[in-house]
């Protein structure tokens, strides 16, 4: 775009938000309490754990925030802020904005 071209989009995914981790963590988080810290399945389960935090536990949408926007005042208190940012139509009805978050 900075450039002049331009972009269609062809199809994209929408995912629902869900808690897939809950057993995954509660498991490790068993393993880990019922061993003492000298037992390397205390080791393995904390790092497993750890490393799951460092993955998802960064907030990666500091900077954007994606959202679907169906209303038509809202899409225009967007767009007249100074965090509007991209807009995509993806249906009749339904525009995905991307506008700054933390900047």
């Known amino acids: 775009m900075k450039y002049g071209y331009k972009f269609e989009i062809l199809r994209g995914y929408l995912f629902d938000k869900?808690?897939?981790?809950?057993?995954?963590?509660?498991?490790?988080?068993?393993?880990?309490?019922?061993?003492?810290?000298?037992?390397?399945?205390?080791?393995?389960?904390?790092?497993?754990?750890?490393?799951l935090y460092g993955k998802f536990g960064t907030n990666l949408d500091i900077f954007f925030n994606n959202q679907i926007v169906i209303d038509n005042e809202e899409m225009i208190n967007i767009i007249n802020s100074d965090k509007f940012f991209i807009k995509d139509v993806i249906e009749n009805n339904k525009t995905l904005v991307t506008i700054f978050d933390d900047i």
């Open 18 to 51: 869900d808690f897939i981790f809950t057993n995954y963590i509660s498991d490790l988080y068993s393993i880990k309490e019922k061993h003492n810290k000298s037992h390397p399945l205390f080791l393995i389960s904390k790092l497993l754990l750890n490393n």
